[in-house]
T-cell receptor, first 115, second 110 residues
Framework: GAGVSQSPRYKVAKRGQDVALRCDPI?????LFWYQQALGQGPEFLTY????????KSGLPSDRFFAERPEGSVSTLKIQRTQQEDSAVYLC?????????????FGSGTRLTVV | GENVEQHPSTLSVQEGDSAVIKCTYS??????FPWYKQELGKRPQLIID?????GEKKDQRIAVTLNKTAKHFSLHITETQPEDSAVYFC?????????FGTGTRLTVIP
């Protein structure tokens, strides 16, 4: 597609509920990144894929967070047993190269609110 | 890993004046430094970037300077307009991914 598409745009989850956030990157983009953006803060790195391989997941805050990109295109970020501190905007970005040094194109994000 | 610091956190300027936002980074191996503009409720959008082989890059009213020795880079916006009002983020490329500053909320007063 023309841009990075994320769904849903908004998600309200009850504490303890599992959620799945979807990212559809720009076609042909090798790299895919997930970031977490708390209110008033900069994006914080969560995880990075190069094609289908998850090369870095050092930013995932706990083992409740899991991401996959099984066919090297669409990616899903799953959060199990959501907690209030998980409330944030989750941004997906893709980049043409494997080095990320041609800039990211971000999606519009999913705003997750845990109540 | 990389650590990026950004200041000021808020900046108000009169329309037509210039605005400068400064960032420092910690990893001397970083070689790519983009700037993003984020309007309220919208996605961050790349506005300009610079690689370590140049010291300055300009695109119309926007310019970025890089001092690799001091490990700092700056965004300069001249002849500011109300539509420049937004949050601006600097970033530096680490081993695999971009590390972002905490953002500067720029308000251009008409």
């Amino acid at each position: 597609g023309a841009g990075v598409s994320q769904s849903p745009r908004y998600k309200v989850a009850k504490r303890g509920q599992d959620v799945a956030l979807r990212c559809d990157p720009i076609s042909g983009h090798v790299s895919l990144f997930w970031y977490q953006q708390a209110l008033g803060q900069g994006p914080e790195f969560l995880t990075y894929f190069q094609n289908e391989a998850q090369l870095d997941k050092s930013g995932l805050p706990s083992d409740r967070f899991f991401a996959e990109r099984p066919e090297g295109s669409v990616s899903t970020l799953k959060i199990q047993r959501t907690q209030q501190e998980d409330s944030a905007v989750y941004l997906c970005a893709s980049s043409l190269t494997g080095q990320g040094n041609y800039g990211y194109t971000f999606g519009s994000g999913t705003r997750l609110t845990v109540v | 890993g990389e650590n990026v610091e950004q200041h000021p956190s808020t900046l108000s300027v009169q329309e037509g004046d210039s605005a400068v936002i400064k960032c420092t980074y910690s990893d001397s191996a970083s070689n790519y430094f983009p700037w993003y503009k984020q309007e309220l409720g919208k996605r961050p959008q790349l506005i300009i970037d610079i690689r370590s082989n140049v010291g300055e890059k300009k695109d119309q009213r926007i310019a970025v300077t890089l001092n690799k020795t001091a490990k700092h880079f700056s965004l300069h916006i001249t002849e500011t307009q109300p539509e420049d009002s937004a949050v601006y983020f600097c970033a530096a490329l680490g081993a695999n991914n971009l590390f972002f500053g905490t953002g500067t909320r720029l308000t251009v007063i008409p």
